[in-house]
């Protein structure tokens, strides 16, 4: 009913920068927020920064001043800038947005991208 693909993942050298994208395709009414997870070899799932439909981006501390994220409603997407790229990093990013199909009246649903592999060498 609803997918989110997720794309720009790859390889890049340590101080290098790299772009993500999400695309939802599929019956949406409206996204609330969209944002972007996380997660290395052996670690949980952490949040990296989210961008609501009113007020700014926020961001985790570990990626504040070197991570952007904007969205662009029109074409259902977020994107995520990553600039000074550290081997900590590496991880598999996760698109995921809380949305309303429609005809689903008020009730918002969360929705994950299949994840994407940023691998930062040093």
């Known amino acids: 009913q609803v997918q989110l693909v997720e794309s720009g993942g ?3 050298q340590a101080g290098g920068s790299q772009r993500l994208s999400c695309a939802a ?17 052996g670690k949980q799932r952490e949040w990296v920064a ?18 952007t994220i904007s969205r662009d409603n029109a074409k259902n997407s977020v994107y995520l800038q990553m600039n000074s790229l550290k081997p900590e990093d590496t991880a598999v990013y996760y698109c995921h947005m809380q949305l309303i ?22």
């Open 10 to 12: 790859g390889l890049v």
């Open 25 to 41: 395709s599929g019956n949406i009414f409206h996204i609330n927020v969209m944002d972007w997870y996380r997660q290395a070899p």
């Open 50 to 67: 989210a961008a609501f439909t009113t007020g700014g981006p926020t961001y985790a501390d570990s990626v504040k001043g070197r991570f």
């Open 101 to 122: 199909v429609m005809g689903d009246g008020s009730r918002s649903r969360d929705f994950w991208g299949q994840g994407t592999q940023v691998t930062v060498s040093s």
